[in-house]
C-alpha cells in the first residue's frame, strides 16, 4: 500500500502562483509514476501533470495542453514527494487536485490506470 498526502492549495487571485506538494509513503519502491488530476465541480477529473523515473531516471514530464508554459511538475527522491508549481493561475484551474501514483512506467493520462490516490487539495483561482 501507498499512501498519498497533498498540501498546499487555497486562494490566489488570477495571475498568482502556488505550489501542491504530495508527500508518498508506505511501498514507495514499488511504484514509477506519479501524477497530478484535477476535478471541477460537474466535470469529470482530467490529467494535468505527470513524471515517471526507474533506476534513478526521470523521464521527462508531460502536461496536458492547457497549462503547458505555466505548470512545472517535479520530484524530490529523497522526500518522496512530487510537486505541482503553478504560475500564472487562471480562474478555469479552480478544481480540487489529486495526486495518484501507480506500479507502471507505462506512459498514461487516465486515471483509471493508476493505484493510489490522495484525498484532494482545493485550489480556488478569483478573477
Known amino acids: 500500500q501507498v499512501q498519498l498526502v497533498e498540501s498546499g492549495g487555497g486562494l490566489v487571485q488570477a495571475g498568482g502562483s502556488l505550489r501542491l506538494s504530495c508527500a508518498a509513503s508506505g511501498r514507495t519502491s514499488s511504484t514509477n509514476a506519479m501524477a497530478w488530476f484535477r476535478q471541477a465541480p460537474g466535470k469529470e477529473r482530467e490529467f494535468v501533470a505527470g513524471?515517471?523515473?526507474?533506476?534513478?531516471?526521470?523521464?521527462?514530464?508531460a502536461y496536458t495542453d492547457s497549462v503547458k508554459g505555466r505548470f512545472t511538475i517535479s520530484r524530490d527522491n529523497a522526500k518522496n514527494t512530487v510537486y505541482l508549481q503553478m504560475n500564472s493561475l487562471k480562474p478555469e484551474d479552480t478544481a480540487v487536485y489529486y495526486c495518484?501514483?501507480?506500479?507502471?512506467?507505462?506512459?498514461?493520462?487516465?486515471?483509471?490506470?493508476?493505484?493510489?490516490w490522495g484525498q484532494g487539495t482545493q485550489v480556488t483561482v478569483s478573477s
Open positions: 513524471i515517471r523515473w526507474s533506476a534513478g531516471v526521470i523521464y521527462s514530464p
Open positions: 495518484a501514483t501507480k506500479r507502471s512506467l507505462i506512459a498514461t493520462m487516465k486515471a483509471m490506470d493508476y493505484d493510489y
